[in-house]
């Protein structure tokens, strides 16, 4: 039995000049795929906040060189990969805060130059 993913979602289609995207209800949607926002290169803000997401592949994130803010508040994520934040050289903005996070690298915030803000 296959878990549900991200990729499900309508991304496909939407302008590359997307630069929000905030998703309140995301089902069944367990798992965030590698990729899934790739072609969206202009995001500056993605809000997964309080969804059932478990489980974040890595580089889910990659392809994102206008990211600013990623809100992942209030998910289920219980690790994130040491390569999880790589090449977002303007993130500023991490909110990982109400996780079940055990699990973090020594160089998870390393490749974040821009980082100003993170809610634990």
Do not use: C, W
């Not at 878990?3 to 929000?20: F, I, K, R, Y």
Request: proline share 8%; charged share 20%.
């Amino acid at each position: 039995v296959g878990m549900p993913a991200l990729s499900g979602l309508p991304v496909n289609g939407l302008p590359a000049s997307l630069v929000n995207i905030k998703f309140d209800d995301l089902g069944a949607i367990t798992r965030l795929r590698y990729g899934v926002f790739t072609n969206l290169p202009a995001l500056k803000s993605i809000q997964l906040s309080r969804a059932p997401i478990a489980t974040l592949e890595e580089k889910a994130f990659s392809h994102l060189p206008a990211l600013e803010l990623l809100n992942l508040e209030g998910l289920r994520l219980t690790k994130l990969d040491s390569q999880m934040f790589d090449h977002l050289p303007k993130l500023a903005d991490l909110q990982l805060s109400q996780n079940r996070l055990t699990l973090l690298s020594e160089s998870l915030l390393v490749p974040l130059p821009s980082l100003t803000r993170l809610s634990d």
